[in-house]
């Protein structure tokens, strides 16, 4: 027979709720098949001694501890343990704790799980941080959220490709170096398919090696990156931040749209939709870009300057009818819109 040499991870839970650390051992170890060695501690002191008597791979520390918090308790490993990997639990998710807990070198801040499913997730989220530099991808499932899978490759500035299907859909977003390089969803490219990806409520994920795409078609900080996504994620009720583009397809489903619309009468015969600095995504028989950008430019101008400067709320969306075309342009913090259609002359037929 073949020698084993499977490494054995070992797992550091630090948390006050007993109650907590027994179903999570329980489940966490019935997931890993003993691949998993847990030691759970109730407070700092017990923490510090198990660290004291053997090392681990990973410190997961609740954040929401008596005496002395999860982040300053982070505070201090990081002077007697600077080189130990720790994953933070959050119940209440406060972003001035998340970004403390990363500045001070968490490789991770997660949603305490309430759930199986939760805890599921966690379990995925944690096997692949523990094999991290290995040469295969993993699997697992989107309930502890793409947002944190990436920033984990991020941190650990690894280079990788993460495959995200969910139904009949399938997207790709490119990680090079610990930054968001490039994505793709559909018809769509760049930071609007990045953005409709990380809006997604679920699916499944495949961490899958490096290869180069076609074009870098998203620069700046991963890390403003996913707090804009998770913004218009919030201000669009928790859907994906194109979930109310084109009659509530999202940009996995742009062209499917089109094709319903169709059908009801209405003949799309143009279509723009460009990010929020103006990078054309995606067009459809639009025969002058550069005058349909200006378009979008006179008319936030002209929206700008109805408010007089005063506060009057995001403008969204305005339709033209020019002959017997309608020019309908959706203007939105992340992207814009225009869509030119030939109104019907008459009912269609049912």
């Not at 948390?15 to 051992?25: E, G, H, V």
């Not at 933070?88 to 968490?106: F, N």
């Not at 040469?135 to 944190?148: A, K, N, P, T």
């Not at 994505?183 to 409709?196: D, H, I, K, R, V």
Request: include cysteine; charged fraction near 25%; proline fraction near 4%.
């Amino acid at each position: 027979m073949p020698e084993e040499t499977e490494k054995r991870y070992q797992f550091l839970f630090v948390d006050d709720d007993q109650a907590f650390l027994t179903t999570l051992s329980a489940l966490l170890k019935q997931n890993s098949k003993a691949h998993w060695a847990i030691r759970t501690a109730n407070n700092h002191a017990q923490a510090l001694e198990h660290l004291k008597g053997q090392p681990v791979d990973i410190v997961v520390l609740d954040v929401e501890m008596p005496i002395m918090d999860g982040v300053e308790f982070l505070r201090l490993l990081r002077h007697t343990y600077p080189n130990q990997r720790v994953v933070m639990l959050s119940e209440k998710m406060d972003e001035t704790a998340r970004k403390t807990s990363m500045e001070l070198g968490a490789v991770l801040f997660l949603q305490k799980p309430n759930s199986d499913e939760g805890l599921n997730g966690l379990f995925a989220v944690l096997d692949a941080l523990a094999v991290a530099g290995g040469q295969s991808g993993f699997r697992g499932v989107m309930q502890v959220g793409l947002h944190d899978v990436l920033q984990m490759e991020c941190l650990a500035r690894k280079s990788s490709i993460l495959l995200v299907t969910t139904g009949n859909r399938r997207g790709q977003i490119f990680v090079c170096d610990g930054e968001i390089i490039h994505a793709e969803s559909g018809p769509l490219q760049g930071e609007m398919a990045l953005y409709g990806l990380l809006g997604l409520a679920g699916g499944e994920f495949t961490l899958q090696p490096f290869a180069e795409p076609q074009r870098r078609s998203i620069s700046g900080n991963y890390e403003f990156l996913l707090m804009e996504a998770a913004r218009l994620r919030d201000e669009n009720g928790g859907q994906s931040p194109l979930s109310n583009s084109m009659g509530g397809a999202d940009s996995a489903s742009f062209g499917e749209n089109a094709v319903r619309t169709e059908a009801r009468g209405v003949r799309i015969e143009e279509a723009l939709l460009c990010s929020r600095a103006g990078e054309v995504l995606y067009q459809w028989n639009c025969e002058s870009i550069e005058k349909r950008l200006d378009l979008f430019k006179q008319l936030e101008e002209e929206a700008v300057g109805a408010s007089k400067g005063t506060p009057s709320g995001r403008f969204h969306r305005v339709s033209m009818d020019i002959g017997s075309s309608r020019i309908t342009v959706q203007i939105q913090p992340a992207y814009k819109l225009l869509v030119r259609s030939v109104l019907p002359t008459s009912p269609p037929n049912p």
